[in-house]
């Protein structure tokens, strides 16, 4: 393949991503209100639509991974050379292209990104109130429970039931 057939792909794949990523956003927002609203249902339908753009990311990735290196390769560009220094040595439009896209895919990764990593703040943070709350109830559960052996030893209780809406 050309260079310049090579810089069209990689700027398609690019926009392919980004699209992808978009909709992996979308699903996040989505099941970052489903656990603040704790609409258990509606986030196993989401986790399941999660899934399969997953699985297309991963595939769009690799293509495009694939064909960033043949570019470089094609340009001898260096292993250590960025993005920018590949984008560089890309004729007109095919460069513009290429930059607008990469500029675009980072974008909605950062977006992506922020959004997980609400969720994950918001989970971490439930999770800790809840072991709080439950060591303050239940205080002979609180820290390590050791046997005559010196060997971490289960604590024996009831089981406890908790409503889904706690």
């Given at each position: 393949m050309s260079i310049d057939t090579l810089s069209v792909k990689l700027a398609n794949l690019m926009n392919e991503e980004t699209i992808l990523l978009d909709s992996i956003s979308s699903e996040e927002e989505k099941l970052q209100k489903a656990l603040r609203d704790n609409l258990w249902e509606d986030m196993e339908v989401i986790i399941n639509t999660l899934s399969p753009l997953s699985a297309k990311m991963e595939k769009v990735e690799d293509a495009r991974n694939s064909t960033y290196l043949k570019l470089k390769s094609k340009l001898n560009k260096n292993d250590d050379d960025g993005f920018y220094a590949v984008a560089m040595h890309m004729k007109g439009q095919n460069r513009e292209d290429c930059l607008g896209g990469y500029r675009k895919m980072k974008i909605a990764l950062l977006r992506m990104q922020g959004i997980t990593a609400g969720i994950?703040?918001?989970?971490?943070?439930?999770?800790?109130?809840?072991?709080?709350?439950?060591?303050?109830?239940?205080?002979?559960?609180?820290?390590?429970?050791?046997?005559?052996?010196?060997?971490?030893?289960?604590?024996q209780s009831d089981p406890m039931i908790l409503n889904r809406h706690l």
């Open positions: 994950d703040q918001y989970v971490r943070t439930v999770g800790e109130t809840s072991k709080a709350v439950l060591e303050e109830v239940f205080p002979h559960r609180k820290g390590r429970i050791y046997s005559s052996r010196g060997c971490e030893k289960p604590v």
